[in-house]
T-cell receptor, first 118, second 110 residues
Framework: DAGVIQSPRHEVTEMGQEVTLRCKPISGHNSLFWYRQTMMRGLELLIYFNNNVPIDDSGMPEDRFSAKMPNASFSTLKIQPSEPRDSAVYFC????????????????FGPGTRLTVL | EDQVTQSPEALRLQEGESSSLNCSYTVSGLRGLFWYRQDPGKGPEFLFTLYSAGEEKEKERLKATLTKKESFLHITAPKPEDSATYLCAVQGTSGSRLTFGEGTQLTVNP
């Protein structure tokens, strides 16, 4: 089975440019998460979706960041304009969230996109 | 706010030298505590989920345990291929959010 797919794997861009990261979750999963990992701050949740609907975007750093999930098999994280402090590895994860609020569920991560903003 | 603290930050072991990694947490109602392994340049790989104090889970040379305040990942007779960063995360009753610790970087020398 294919795991979570992310593209591109590496992105180098210049400050001020728009960056779009893409994610395809595991087929059948209904929750999708975007994380950012840096040496200083570790792994941080940016935003997550349940059934394509954004639920918690409190981790999104600022208005330069936006995320969409137009359907169950695709999501994007966009940074516009990008800044050097956005350099990090961005991970997408997905899970099958059981119905109801008592569910406990493992998240499965993609390989990440290493973003470098010059 | 949920918090996770892992110790030590880094650990070097000789092959066959058993040890434990610690994950201390504070959470408003624990739904689950998760252990992940992360190799350089890769995404975190799921290892275990623990749901309640007293629970234990094993996989090969790894054994995870859980109390009301902390979790331990015991590594028995490690091999060089166990070298990785081990991440601990908690999920509280507030929703789907996972809060991760900073990780323990384990190096096992042959």
């Amino acid at each position: 089975d294919a795991g979570v797919i992310q593209s591109p794997r590496h992105e180098v861009t210049e400050m001020g440019q728009e960056v779009t990261l893409r994610c395809k979750p595991i087929s059948g999963h209904n929750s999708l998460f975007w994380y950012r990992q840096t040496m200083m701050r570790g792994l941080e949740l940016l935003i997550y979706f349940n059934n394509n609907v954004p639920i918690d975007d409190s981790g999104m750093p600022e208005d330069r960041f936006s995320a969409k999930m137009p359907n169950a098999s695709f999501s994007t994280l966009k940074i516009q304009p990008s800044e050097p402090r956005d350099s990090a590895v961005y991970f997408c994860a997905s899970t099958l969230r059981p119905l109801g609020t008592s569910g406990r569920y493992e998240q499965f991560f993609g390989p990440g996109t290493r973003l470098t903003v010059l | 706010e949920d918090q996770v603290t892992q110790s030590p930050e880094a650990l070097r072991l000789q092959e066959g030298e058993s040890s434990s990694l610690n994950c201390s947490y504070t959470v408003s109602g624990l739904r689950g505590l998760f252990w992940y392994r992360q190799d350089p340049g890769k995404g975190p790989e799921f290892l275990f989920t623990l749901y309640s104090a007293g629970e234990e889970k094993e996989k090969e040379r790894l054994k995870a345990t859980l109390t009301k305040k902390e979790s331990f990942l015991h590594i028995t007779a490690p091999k060089p291929e166990d070298s990785a960063t081990y991440l601990c995360a908690v999920q509280g009753t507030s929703g789907s959010r996972l809060t991760f610790g900073e990780g323990t970087q384990l190096t096992v020398n042959p």
